[in-house]
Structures are given as C-alpha cells and as structure tokens.
C-alpha cells in the first residue's frame, strides 16, 4: 500500500487501558507528526519525529508517548488512556520543505 | 507563540465566490498552507505561500500579505462538493522539524 496508512480506525478502549495507534507511511519521508482534533481547537500537534530515533514534544504531549525506530512507523502510545483523550488522532509526514501528507485519522473512544 | 484566527463558519451559494480570512501572529513566518479537510476524512492540502501575493490553482487562489499577516483563500465557482472545514496552518522559523500550527479551521456550507 502506497502512501501514509493509520491503524486502527476506530478504537473503543476504557480508562486506564494503555492503546497505541499505527502509523506507517512508505514515502521514507524524513518527519512525522501526530495530531490530536477536537471541536473548537483544531489540529494540534502531540508529538513529531524528524528521523528515526529522533522525537520531540509538541503542543499537548502530557499523557502520550512516542517511538520511531524504523523510518516508515511511528506509533503513539496513550500508557493510561483518560476521557480527556477521546479524539481523532491524524498521523503526517512530509520531505524537508514540503506540505504535509495526512493519513486517514483514528477515533478513539475512551469510556 | 503563534496566534491564527479564521471565521468558524461561513455559508455560501453553489456557483458563487466566496473569501475565507486567516490573520496570524508568529515570529519567524516560513510560510502559510491551506487544506481543505471533508467531515470524517483526513486534511488534504490546497495551497503553499511564503511570498506575498496570489497563487492560483484552478477555482482556488491563496493570498498572503507578510507585513499584515494576513492570507485569505478564495474558492470560485462554488460546488456543492466544496462544502469543507477549510484550514489555515502556519510555519515558523521558531519551530523545529517543518512544524504547523494550525488554526481553528473554517466550515464552509455550499447551498443550492
């Protein structure tokens, strides 16, 4: 499959339960990125990646966790899933200097 | 930091032209997209400016103004299949790895 894949798509998970979410995109595009969109804030970025094994913080990182150790995968791991985190979670990637590419979303229910 | 703000909502007639206004505040500007995101699907980009002026693309232009920190997208011809959240994001020099921060976003309802 060609271009920037997210699994699951939908996720129903309780609080407390650890869930990650799939990203993987066969570009070798350098960085990556998870957003988290909720009505009334927009997109707003948790986590980026601008190579393997390389990541750093975004605006709300609190609660989430990140690895990259192979270019074209970047799971986000939520290691307590609270309410507060029932989203969609859109992962992206992009070359140096381009638009970014988004995959199809996640909708994470927490109960 | 970085501040953008677009209108929430607009609403427009199929065939019509219509303006969505993006104001931002950010040290460093390195450039604005837009994206145009359907209900339930993924954003999909529309358009790149870093210098000031008009890009067109089609039935879209993007403009931007650097020294008021303005940009606007512009869609002609409505469609119905326009109807879209449409997004403004900027990038800064102050942000490591290519980051965007976007704004709100904008619903815009196309009308028969």
């Known amino acids: 499959d060609a271009g920037i894949t997210q699994s699951p798509r939908y996720k129903i998970t309780e609080t407390g339960r650890q869930v990650t979410l799939m990203c993987h995109q066969t570009w070798s ?26 990541t750093d913080k975004g605006e709300v990182p609190d609660g989430y966790v990140v690895s990259r150790s192979k270019t074209e995968n970047f799971p986000l791991t939520l290691e307590s899933a609270t309410r507060s985190q029932t989203s969609v979670y859109f992962c992206a990637s992009l070359l140096a200097g381009e638009e970014q590419f988004f995959g199809p979303g996640t909708r994470l229910t927490v109960l | ?40 699907e993924a954003p999909t980009f529309l358009s790149y400016n870093v210098l000031d002026g008009l890009e067109e693309k089609g039935r879209f232009s993007s403009f931007l103004s650097r020294s008021k920190g303005y940009s606007y997208l512009l869609l002609k011809e409505l469609q119905m299949k326009d109807s879209a959240s449409y997004l403004c994001a900027v990038r800064s020099r102050s942000n490591a790895g ?3 921060t976007f704004g709100g976003g904008t619903r815009l309802m196309v009308k028969p």
Do not use: K
């Open chain 2, 1 to 40: 930091g970085q501040n953008i703000d677009q209108p929430t909502e607009m609403t427009a007639t199929e065939g019509a032209i219509v303006q969505i206004n993006c104001t931002y505040q950010t040290s460093g500007f390195n450039g604005l997209f837009w994206y145009q995101q359907h209900a339930g």
């Open chain 1, 29 to 54: 595009h350098s960085y990556m990125f998870w957003y988290r969109q909720d009505l009334g804030h927009g997109l707003r970025l948790i986590y980026y990646s601008a190579a393997a094994d390389i």
């Open chain 2, 98 to 100: 290519n980051m965007l």
